[in-house]
C-alpha cells in the first residue's frame, strides 16, 4: 500500500470516529433540553434555575463533542 493510500484511509478513519463520536453528545443535548421544556412545564416557578442549570449541562455536554473535534488532530499525525 502506498504511503499516500495509507494516509487517505487514516483519514476517512478519523473521520468516521469522530461521526461515531458526536452521537452520544447528540443524545445528550436532545436529553437536556427536552426534559429542562418539561420540568419548566411542570413547575413554572423553578423555569430561572431550571434554565440555567439545563444550560450548564449544554455547555458540559457540548464540550465532550469539541474535545472529539481536536482529538484526531492531536493524535492522528498519520503513519510515519
Known amino acids: 500500500m502506498s504511503m499516500l493510500a495509507a494516509v487517505g484511509v ?3 478513519v478519523a473521520s468516521i470516529g469522530y461521526g ?3 452521537i452520544g453528545p447528540g443524545i445528550g443535548v436532545g ?3 427536552g426534559n429542562g421544556v418539561q ?3 411542570r413547575q413554572p416557578e ?3 434555575l431550571i434554565r440555567s442549570n439545563m444550560f450548564i ?3 458540559l455536554t457540548e464540550a465532550l463533542a469539541l474535545i ?3 482529538m ?3 493524535f492522528g499525525q498519520g503513519p510515519k
Open 10 to 12: 487514516y483519514g476517512s
Open 20 to 22: 461515531l463520536a458526536a
Open 31 to 33: 436529553l437536556i433540553f
Open 39 to 41: 420540568a419548566m412545564a
Open 46 to 48: 423553578a423555569a430561572g
Open 57 to 59: 449541562g449544554f455547555a
Open 68 to 70: 472529539g473535534i481536536v
Open 72 to 74: 484526531p488532530f492531536v
